[in-house]
């Protein structure tokens, strides 16, 4: 499996509060993305990196924002976390642009209260 | 924006008939295609990919294919198995800005003994 850990894995909090999703890889690669998924959806990119310190937005980026400092870590932030951003996050990366395989972690189920 | 559509959304089989998954998608411009694997409780994994230059790949059991003119490619398996059971997800590639991956809604296939 590709060296990609989400943390934590499992997350309860209250509508209101600011939430940070960690994403850690050990391969070294260039492109890290975040992705949300929810029943009849399919996986929805929410913001996806380039670099360090080079981020852009994906499809549904709203009430998101991410950092990258490190090469090997993605954050996301839930600014103030609402009931409509219980979902399953899952981090993915890639060597290159998203025309060659991607690799995605195990995921992190949310629930917002 | 650009959207894959994928069906059926689920799929039931007897173990050793064929299963096929069918995806449309809307950019001319897209050029590659992968097919996912998400075993539950597990994040999606690659289990093949097809470019626009080919209108056919097999892989073992597993085969898709491609209709650059009608936009719209397939995923083909062959003598399934009780371990084919999963959530299948379809993919293209779109450009904005960086080259990025839309997913389908998935597709549940139950491989029934």
């Known amino acids: 499996d590709a060296g990609i850990t989400q943390s934590p894995r499992h997350k309860v909090t209250e509508t209101g509060t600011p939430v940070t999703l960690r994403c850690h890889q050990t391969e070294n690669h260039r492109y890290m993305y975040w992705y949300r998924q929810d029943p009849g959806h399919g996986l929805r990119l929410i913001h996806y990196s380039y670099g360090v310190k080079d981020t852009d937005k994906g499809e549904v980026s709203d009430g998101y924002s991410v950092s990258r400092s490190k090469t090997e870590d993605f954050l996301l932030t839930l600014e103030s976390a609402t009931s409509s951003q219980t979902s399953v996050y899952f981090c993915a990366i890639s060597e290159a642009q998203m025309n060659t395989e991607a690799f995605f972690g195990q995921g992190t189920r949310l629930t917002v209260v | 924006g650009e959207n894959v559509e994928q069906h059926p959304s689920t799929l039931s089989v007897q173990e050793g008939d064929s299963a096929v998954i069918k995806c449309t998608y809307s950019d001319s411009a897209s050029n590659y295609f992968p097919w996912y694997k998400q075993e539950l409780g597990k994040g999606p994994q690659l289990i093949i990919d097809?470019?626009?230059?080919?209108g056919e790949k097999k892989d073992q059991r597993i085969a898709v294919t491609l209709n650059k003119t009608a936009k719209h490619f397939s995923l083909h398996i062959t003598e399934t198995q009780p371990e084919d059971s999963a959530v299948y997800f379809c993919a293209a590639s779109i450009r904005q800005g960086a080259q990025k991956l839309v997913f389908g809604q998935g597709t549940r296939l139950t491989i029934n003994p």
């Open positions: 097809i470019r626009s230059n080919v």
